[in-house]
């Protein structure tokens, strides 16, 4: 089945540790994003990243880093400048939108919840 | 700024029982508006909406988007305790651009 596997599901970070967060994707999509969700609050973008070797900034990239070494594969680094990582991270992808058109869905990973130690 | 409000922001309800969600916008750069369903993992597309007025149904659920007036509806008929989720509203402001609102939390009870 096509889809996006994130891992771990559950991660606990030390003071002043970088964890890394996995995501796989097999669906053949170009885009790929990173977001984080707390409660009351929206999903507010981390990074994302339209192709291979290329990504940007999204709204709160301060204490995070990405990379794109493979089309399946966007991995996300918290890094021990993130003062606050506690929360619930969600990996997408999409369709490239500027060959498919503008109005692409995204799909979705099952997400890490990271929490402090 | 570009923003995504939705409301009520939870909502209870028994079986049975139509529910009305809404979502409101105000972007520079409107291409589509998405309505996701999240339990507890990984957000569910639900619906893309594009064009005024055009209702898009799947069994229970369905949706409608005013373009003029900013805003769309998610309308859940016959509420079951399956239901029960976070449903999310995202605007496509731009080519890589989704901003989601806070979400409506729906509750339903047997």
């Known amino acids: 089945d096509g889809g996006i596997t994130q891992s771990p599901k559950y991660l606990f970070r030390k003071e002043g540790q970088n964890v890394t967060l996995s995501c796989e994707q097999n669906?053949?999509?170009?885009?790929m994003y990173w977001y984080r969700q707390d409660p009351g609050q929206g999903l507010r973008l981390i990074y994302y990243s339209q192709i291979v070797n290329d990504f940007q900034k999204g709204d709160i990239a301060e204490g995070y880093s990405v990379s794109r070494e493979k089309k399946e594969s966007f991995p996300l680094t918290v890094t021990s400048a993130q003062k606050n990582p506690t929360a619930f991270y969600l990996c997408a992808s999409s369709i490239e939108p500027r060959t498919e058109g503008f109005n692409q869905p995204q799909h979705f990973g099952d997400g890490t919840r990271l929490s402090i130690l | 700024e570009d923003k995504v409000v939705q409301s009520p922001l939870s909502l209870v309800v028994h079986e049975g029982d139509t529910v009305t969600l809404n979502c409101s916008y105000e972007?520079?750069?409107?291409?589509?508006l998405l309505w996701y369903k999240q339990e507890k993992k990984a957000p569910t597309f639900l619906f893309m909406l594009t064009s005024s007025g055009i209702e898009k149904k799947s069994g229970r659920l369905s949706s409608i988007l005013d373009k003029k007036e900013l805003f769309s509806i998610l309308n859940i008929t016959a509420t079951q305790t399956g239901d029960s989720a976070v449903y999310l509203c995202a605007v496509v402001a731009g080519t890589y651009k989704y901003i989601f609102g806070t979400g409506t939390r729906l509750k339903v009870l047997a």
């Open positions: 972007v520079t750069n409107f291409r589509s």
């Open positions: 669906l053949n999509h170009d885009a």
